[in-house]
Structure formats: C-alpha cells, structure tokens
C-alpha cells in the first residue's frame, strides 16, 4: 500500500505533528507499505529528520503568505501556518504528486479543511485527518483525535457520516520504545524520590520557556542529589543561551541536542516539566508525574483533560512559571502518596499501542 503525509513543521507550528507522523509512518513501513511526505520550507522545518528516517520528502516552497487571505470570513483559525492560501497550498501539493496515485493521504495541519481535502481526491483512495480541535468540516473517511475527554458528538455536522472516528488516548501515536520502557517506568514510580527532572518544552520553544524554567528552579527545594536534563531541538534559536543557563544551576544539568532516547530519558526521570502538547502521551504511557505548561491555546483540552484525571499538574500561563514550578514541586515532595497517585492515573490513560490500533484501521 502506498501513503502519502501533508504535514509541517515550523519555528510557528513546533514539531509534535511531524513526529507523530512519523511513528505512524515508521508502523506502516514495518508492514509493509510506502510511505512519502509533502513539507513546505518553513523556518524550523524537520525535512532533514524525514529524509534521515529513511522517507521521501516532496518540498513546497517556502512561506509566501499571500497579504490579507488569513484575515478572510472562510479562513481557519490556523490559516496562517499554512504560508499560503489553502488553494496555492493544494494547487503544490497536486502538481508535485505527479501522476502518482496512493491507497491513502494523511492530513495532519491545523490550517486544512474540508476545501483542501477535498481537492485531493483525484489523487488518492481515502482521506484520513489527525486532528485535536474539532473546530472545522473534513472531507475524509478516518479522523483521529488523541486528546483525553474527546467525545465523538464534537465531530457531529463537522465529518461525513461514513467517516469513521478514533477518538481518544488509546490511539495516541507513540513509537514503540515507550511500550518497551513501560513496564520498568512503572515500577521505578513505587519508590517517590525526586532525585532527576526531566525538562522538554518541544523541539522550538520559540519564547525561551525552557530558560525561565531553570530560573524558576533555582528558587526550589529541590534535595542536593538532584540533577536536570534539559532536552531541545536542534533549530531552538535560545539553545545558547540555555547551555549557558545550565552552567550556573544549583544541581548538575545537562542539556542535550536531538535525543533520540526519550523513551529511556522518560523512564529514568522521576519528574517531568513539559509542554501541554503531543509528549503527554508519552510521559503517560511510561506513568511519569508531570508539571504541564500550557504554551499555546491548542493546548488546552489535553492539560484540561489531564489535570481533571489526575494525571498532571498544570501551569496556565507562562507568566506564573516563577511562582508556581516551585509551589508545585513542594507539592510533589512533601506528599508521595500524591505522587504515586499522579503516576497511576497517567499510566492507566495511555499504553502505548496506539500505532498498533491505528494501522489496522488503515487495512495495512
């Protein structure tokens, strides 16, 4: 079977929905099947990632945001990210697939709709849609959304009535090492020292969060045997000054380019400060307590779902970093029934099968 992705990544959009497309086109691979992407050339762009995991990458040409079409009555609420207007961006797309048609084409953008989607179907069999909001019309025959408390009716009017729907964490897309390091993670959780905190604000972290994070550190109790690993991406424009930050911290802190070992990173860490985006599942299926930062307003239905269960702490707003990341890790210290609680509940949410779920879906 032949799959084709149109996904990006950008200083703007992070690098979460390449990523987990990836994972999915990594499962499909495994079984067999062929697998290309269509990327436009953002600033903060993952085609390098694609093409070292081994998948062709067809390019668009970088942003050329057309004046005005972003404020338009039909625009999405994400049009911007697009770089273009939907029907420039469907015109590429059409002419650089060639004559080549494939069994399935994966959306995953935030600024397509049902106009796009449906100007590809000359080109492809099905249609399937990753997405998190629920705020717009898709023309496809699979949606999936990961997000905890998504209901299928949030979908109702917005998909056809033959497209069939995941919907929850059990379908979050995790590559399969985190499976592998579950069970280990899990037992780790029984004995509740905070002895290593594991810091991932995504692979961008465009505004420097992660430096006000260190900041907010050092006014914490943190026991003297602590240590911090520090993860960023390769194209986050404050790892410099980050590197510099972690010279000076309390505790010893590392900071590390492009892990390619999260899974083992997650399972080793006794507590997580992370963003509110596609890494929660992660840090569930391995049971890992976590400080959740909303960074974008995309982000709020997974911390709101999260927080509700149990399954993390939730900092809403950037601005409350200094007060709250020490208040919270007072929380998780002087409570360990607390702790092993939070662990619990996040590990019982996700369990790392969801490419498993999802391939099968797709007849692969």
């Known amino acids: 079977m032949r799959f084709v992705f149109r996904v990006d990544a950008s200083l703007q959009i992070g690098t979460g929905h390449v990523m987990r497309c990836l994972t999915l086109a990594d499962a499909l691979r495994g079984k067999g099947a062929v697998c290309r992407f269509v990327c436009r050339e953002h600033p903060g762009n993952l085609l390098e990632t694609i093409q070292q995991r081994g ?39 059409l002419n650089i697939l060639g004559d080549v048609s494939d069994d399935w084409l994966i959306v995953d953008h935030y600024a397509l709709d049902a106009r796009w989607e449906r100007s590809m179907r000359d080109k492809c069999r099905r249609i399937m849609v990753i997405d998190d909001l629920a705020d717009r019309e898709h023309d496809c025959e699979l949606l999936l959304d990961q997000n905890l408390g ?31 390091m579950r ?78 070992d999260m899974a083992k990173l997650m399972a080793d860490s006794d507590l997580a400060i992370g963003a509110a985006g596609s890494t929660s599942w992660e840090r569930c299926c391995l049971g890992l307590p976590t400080l959740m930062l909303i960074l974008a307003d995309n982000q709020r239905a997974v911390a709101r779902g999260l927080e509700h269960a149990g399954a993390a702490y939730v900092v809403q707003d950037v601005g409350e970093i200094m007060e709250a990341i020490p208040r919270l890790i007072h929380a998780n210290l002087a409570s360990p029934q607390q702790y092993i609680a939070m662990s619990r509940i996040a590990a019982n949410i996700v369990d790392g099968q969801g490419a498993i779920h999802l391939i099968n879906q797709l007849g692969c």
């Open 183 to 260: 069970d280990y993670s899990l037992v780790r959780r029984s004995n509740p020292e905070i002895r290593h905190i594991l810091i991932s604000i995504g692979g961008v972290d465009k505004d420097n969060v992660t430096g006000r994070i260190l900041e907010a550190l050092k006014l914490s109790a943190l026991p003297a045997n602590c240590r911090i690993t520090v993860v960023m991406g390769m194209t986050a424009p404050w790892l410099e000054m980050v590197c510099c930050l972690s010279k000076d911290m309390p505790w010893p802190t590392e900071v590390l380019v492009g892990a390619s």
């Open 150 to 180: 998504r209901q299928a009716a949030d979908y109702l009017n917005r998909v056809p009535t033959t497209c069939k729907l995941l919907i929850g964490p059990k379908f979050a897309l995790l590559r399969p090492e985190f499976a592998a």
């Open 55 to 93: 998948f062709a990458v067809l390019l668009l040409p970088a942003a050329t945001i057309a004046e005005g079409y972003a404020s338009e009555s039909t625009a999405t609420a994400y049009a911007a990210w697009l770089g273009t207007d939907w029907q420039t961006d469907a015109t590429q797309t």
